[in-house]
């Protein structure tokens, strides 16, 4: 059974980093397709970034230039550095993987910026 988990949300002020990490198991994860969604409080979950099993990217408008998603294949772990924080920024976080069919989401992780 593949298994998602999230870690690096928290409470950050404007202009602020923090740094995102989703840990893969049960399955072999430099197959799967790696993503970051957001959901903030009364408003439909999105996109954030999402990077291919051969490293290519794609990120929302509203956060290009200031989030980057990064994949290690030998840790099984996706990471998402975002810089420069806006409290738009506000949502809780979830991990996707997808291969084929096989959808998976992690639990998410709140990020909270405000001054």
């Known amino acids: 059974q593949v298994q998602l988990v999230e870690s690096g949300g928290g409470l950050v002020q404007p202009g602020e980093s923090l740094r995102l990490s989703c840990a893969l198991s049960?399955?072999?994860?430099?197959?799967?397709?790696m993503g970051w969604y957001r959901q903030a409080p009364g408003k439909q979950r999105e996109l954030v970034a999402h990077?291919?099993?051969?490293?290519?990217?794609n990120y929302a408008d509203s956060v290009k230039g200031r989030f980057t998603i990064s994949r290690d294949n030998a840790k099984d772990t996706v990471h998402m550095q975002m810089n420069n924080l806006k409290t738009e920024d506000t949502a809780v976080y979830y991990c996707?993987?997808?291969?084929?069919?096989?959808?998976?989401w992690g639990q998410g992780t709140q990020v909270t910026v405000s001054s």
């Open positions: 996707n993987a997808v291969l084929g069919i096989h959808n998976v």
């Open positions: 049960g399955s072999i994860f430099g197959t799967y397709r």
């Open positions: 990077i291919t099993s051969s490293g290519s990217t």
